[in-house]
């Protein structure tokens, strides 16, 4: 049986003598050559929903344009291919950086290939921290599943549709249902993960619990928004919220922003970068609960 939630989590409150280490080490991985803005918005996006400290980890020759776009994040340079996608040849630096950060967030912009499945291989078999999977690292999940890849404790998935399908497919190989929640909750179980099934009506479940989430709108279906989640949850994420509470925080937030945003600058314009500038006025309505 599964339990529906209806309950919004809250992130635990700051003691006044807070640092920036208590408030989660992020490091987003990805961007390739003409892929530029999907990492940077998703760091954007997580020191928006709290997150102490943001590192970018993204091909070398990108790097200087990340810094312009996010200059509260640091960055770190990688070995590259020669389509400008990251390279099996940065796999030991991203591990040994990994040590050093709290949550990991891949996919972002990164690219379809053989040496980012071997990337993506070595980031889950690390097996610690908590990992939010999105974009090309479901795409690349779904190319090497054969190889009976386990997915760590604290995972979150974040497919839209066509992700979904993909990653179905490859994992299950079975009709896939045509109901969304049953979808989610399937995969979930299959991984032992938290699967966020995003469009309207955004699914978040861990196979045991379920929430369909309430905010969001058609304005939000334009390039970028689902960058600025992978940044939202992992934000949250990284203030000491398990993954299912943190997925369902990220969502509502996430949703609530692009509310705001279309209710002033229209559906119609609306665009992934409104959504991150509308997360203060979000989190001053969660303080004034």
Known sequence: MIEEITQIPRLPARPRDAHKGLFGRI????????MVGAPSLAGRAALRSGAGLVRIAVPASIQLTVVGLVPCATTIPLAEDGDGRISSKAIPEILA?????????????LGQSNELQGLLE?????GEKPVVL????LNNLASLW??????PAKTILTPHPGEMKRLWAAILREPLPTNRQEQAEILARKLQAVLVL????????????TYINTTGNPGMATGGTGDVLTGCIAGVLGQGL??????????????RAGDLAAAERSEIALTAEDVIDFLPPVWREFSQR
């Open 27 to 34: 490091l987003i991985i990805g961007g390739s050559r003409g």
């Open 97 to 109: 950086t990994i040590e050093d950060n709290d949550i990991v967030a891949l996919g972002p912009g």
């Open 198 to 209: 995003k469009g309207s009506g955004t699914v978040i479940t861990d196979g045991k619990r």
């Open 242 to 255: 398990a993954p299912f509470e943190a997925a369902v925080l990220g969502v509502y937030v996430h949703g």
């Open 122 to 126: 070595s980031i889950l078999r690390q």
């Open 146 to 151: 054969h190889r009976k890849t386990q997915m």
């Open 134 to 137: 999105d974009a090309d690292g």
